[in-house]
T-cell receptor
Framework: AQSVAQPEDQVNVAEGNPLTVKCTYS??????LFWYVQYPNRGLQFLLK??????LVKGSYGFEAEFNKSQTSFHLKKPSALVSDSALYFC?????????????FGSGTRLSIRP | GAVVSQHPSWVICKSGTSVKIECRSL??????MFWYRQFPKQSLMLMAT?????????EQGVEKDKFLINHASLTLSTLTVTSAHPEDSSFYIC??????????????FGPGTRLTVL
């Protein structure tokens, strides 16, 4: 069975500081990993994904995530946070090479950037 | 590219009425669309997977007669909440998978529809 854990309900960071939003996963076989962002009353926007290749994945709005197979983690990072980054962030996983496999979402982490 | 629209963005209806929500992929063809439900401050719950030209696959616990899904074309899927009740009030989000990226499975999400049943 697949699962995703986002251990922090909320992350608070001062503007300009680096931010990290944590994600760990469990999947049989190799994973496809995703990060999405959701603004209030909106759908999810795709940020980045890991499929294969480089463990460090760069995505939209200056975000990046590092795939760590040994720790089964895919933490989202940004070197310098902006107030506009405040939103709800979802990590998601799917089993690789299986089009029938569903995407499983984590519970979400609310990121709050203070000026 | 990869834009998904939903209509309406919000709807208020009386208990017992039916409500139809449309999900369209605007600039790509989607063989598969997904319908999610999101409660306040919670994650997305997959309701059903909709494949073009075939019956939808519903998740355990989701009533298929209550939530009718039709995927009539490669760019349109509809969710009809039949005989809506206040407990059906929620934020409904659809997503579509680009048929050219089946294996990598990047899903593109619509903006969501907020349903309020009085």
């Amino acid at each position: 069975a697949q699962s995703v854990a986002q251990p922090e309900d909320q992350v608070n960071v001062a503007e300009g500081n680096p931010l990290t939003v944590k994600c760990t996963y469990s999947v049989s076989g190799n994973p496809y990993l995703f990060w999405y962002v959701q603004y209030p009353n909106r759908g999810l926007q795709f940020l980045l994904k890991y499929i294969t290749g480089d463990n460090l994945v760069k995505g939209s709005y200056g975000f990046e995530a590092e795939f760590n197979k040994s720790q089964t983690s895919f933490h989202l990072k940004k070197p310098s946070a902006l107030v506009s980054d405040s939103a709800l962030y979802f990590c998601a996983v799917r089993r690789a090479y299986s089009s029938a496999s569903k995407i499983i979402f984590g519970s979400g982490t609310r990121l709050s950037i203070r000026p | 590219g990869a834009v998904v629209s939903q209509h309406p963005s919000w709807v208020i209806c009386k208990s017992g009425t039916s409500v139809k929500i449309e999900c369209r992929s605007l600039d790509f063809q989607a063989t598969t669309m997904f319908w999610y439900r999101q409660f306040p401050k919670q994650s997305l719950m997959l309701m059903a997977t909709s494949n073009e030209g075939s019956k939808a696959t519903y998740e355990q616990g989701v009533e298929k007669d209550k939530f009718l899904i039709n995927h009539a074309s490669l760019t349109l899927s509809t969710l009809t909440v039949t005989s809506a009740h206040p407990e059906d009030s929620s934020f409904y989000i659809c997503s579509a998978r680009d048929r050219t990226s089946v294996n990598t499975d990047t899903q593109y999400f619509g903006p969501g529809t907020r349903l309020t049943v009085l």
